[in-house]
């Protein structure tokens, strides 16, 4: 599901951090998924069962604020609006929280399939 990232690469060098953070918020904000009040996180795609399995992992909280953002920007694009500037979502609140769940669950499933291709031999 997630791909390679140069994100620890960059992070791990403050010179190119602050290189490359005003390219990444311009980048971002150019997206415009915050001005309909979701989260980086919110727009991955749900249709496979890592994904689903990250959903059912959720604190009640956290989902319910998901459902409530995606309901909010799905009747946003139907009216063909944005939010008002007061209800985006700020770049400080675009935290992730789902991306840690997701990892989690795939490196559980790498350890189940090994496990799962494990031989046994008989000693001689």
Same mark, same amino acid.
């Given at each position: 599901? *997630?791909? $390679?990232?140069?994100? &620890?690469?960059?992070?791990? !060098? $403050?010179?190119?951090?602050?290189?490359?953070? $005003?390219?990444? /918020?311009?980048?971002? /904000?150019?997206?415009?998924? +915050?001005?309909?009040?979701?989260?980086?996180?919110?727009? %991955? @795609?749900?249709? /496979?069962?890592?994904?689903?399995?990250?959903?059912?992992?959720? @604190?009640?909280?956290?989902?319910?604020?998901?459902?409530? !953002?995606?309901?909010?920007?799905?009747?946003? *694009?139907?009216?063909?609006?944005?939010? $008002? &500037?007061?209800?985006?979502?700020? @770049?400080?609140?675009?935290? &992730?929280?789902? *991306?840690? %769940?997701?990892?989690? %669950?795939?490196?559980?499933?790498?350890?189940?399939?090994?496990?799962? *291709?494990?031989?046994?031999?008989? +000693?001689?």
């Amino acid at each position: 599901m *997630s791909g $390679p990232s140069l994100a &620890p690469y960059i992070l791990r !060098r $403050p010179w190119l951090k602050t290189w490359m953070m $005003p390219f990444a /918020n311009w980048y971002a /904000n150019a997206a415009g998924y +915050r001005r309909l009040g979701l989260r980086y996180d919110d727009l %991955i @795609p749900e249709e /496979n069962d890592t994904m689903q399995l990250a959903l059912k992992r959720l @604190p009640p909280k956290e989902a319910y604020d998901r459902v409530f !953002r995606l309901r909010r920007a799905f009747q946003c *694009s139907l009216a063909h609006q944005l939010l $008002p &500037p007061a209800e985006w979502t700020k @770049p400080e609140e675009d935290q &992730p929280y789902l *991306s840690q %769940i997701i990892k989690e %669950i795939e490196i559980e499933e790498k350890e189940r399939a090994d496990l799962e *291709s494990i031989t046994v031999q008989r +000693r001689t």
